[in-house]
């Protein structure tokens, strides 16, 4: 039997990268409950020519690597910094190009970090759209980290990694019970 493939996508453009270690903090609570396969990229790995792309065709081929490991994930941590009050623009360009029913039904953990709290709850009113629009099933613990949270490039903040673990931890059931239903459907009569 496959494991299912867990796919972290950071909307950072520069490493190291507040985001990145936030969306593998939750990534690696989620894999440390299962044998999942866990993959990271982030869009240093996309490439420039990911903001250059009008269409999916013309997407050169480091970014469609990456636009095809969410479309095929079994289900994602996804996470963008804050620029100007919502995710980057970037980050948005990029799920504009994702087919528009890949996702359906998929887990999805949320996260962000920005420079202060201000904008803590972008999870909830920014991101939250989004994912809706694609159906999926989103992990109800989103987190944010500001700079404050972070000591060295490492997420210090003991209540941060809290809901790190417990994003992680959501993630990971869902993710093994879809996994479960997929392999051995219940019976609609069983069911109720
Ligand atoms: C263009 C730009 C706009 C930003 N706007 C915001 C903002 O509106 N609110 C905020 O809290 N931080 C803002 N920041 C700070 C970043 O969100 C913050 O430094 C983030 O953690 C960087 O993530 P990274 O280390 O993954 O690149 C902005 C940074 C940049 C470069």
């Known amino acids: 039997m496959t494991r299912p493939r867990l796919v972290g996508l950071s909307a950072n453009v520069q490493r190291p990268s507040k985001t990145r270690t936030l969306v593998d903090a939750v990534l690696r609570e989620a894999c440390s409950r299962a044998p999942f396969e866990g993959r990271i990229f982030d869009f240093v790995d996309a490439g420039p020519g990911l903001g250059a792309a009008w269409t ?21 941590v996804v996470g963008s910094p804050v620029y100007k009050g919502g995710y980057t623009g970037l980050f948005k360009h990029l799920f504009d190009l994702v087919d528009p029913g890949a996702l359906a039904g998929k887990p999805v953990a ?8 201000r904008h803590a709850l972008v999870v ?12 999926a099933l989103q992990v109800p ?43 051995e459907p219940i019976p609609l009569e069983a069911a109720e």
């Open 56 to 76: 999916r065709d013309q997407l050169p081929l480091p970014a469609r690597r990456v636009l095809d490991a969410i479309e095929e994930a079994d289900g994602l």
């Open 110 to 117: 949320i996260v962000a970090t920005g420079g202060g709290a």
């Open 124 to 135: 909830e009113h920014g991101f939250r759209p989004l994912f809706g629009f694609f159906g």
């Open 141 to 183: 613990t989103a987190v944010y980290a500001s700079d404050i949270d972070f000591s060295d490039g490492a997420l210090s903040d003991a209540g941060v990694r809290a809901r790190a673990a417990e994003a992680g931890g959501q993630l990971a059931s869902l993710l093994a019970h879809r996994a479960a239903v997929a392999a």
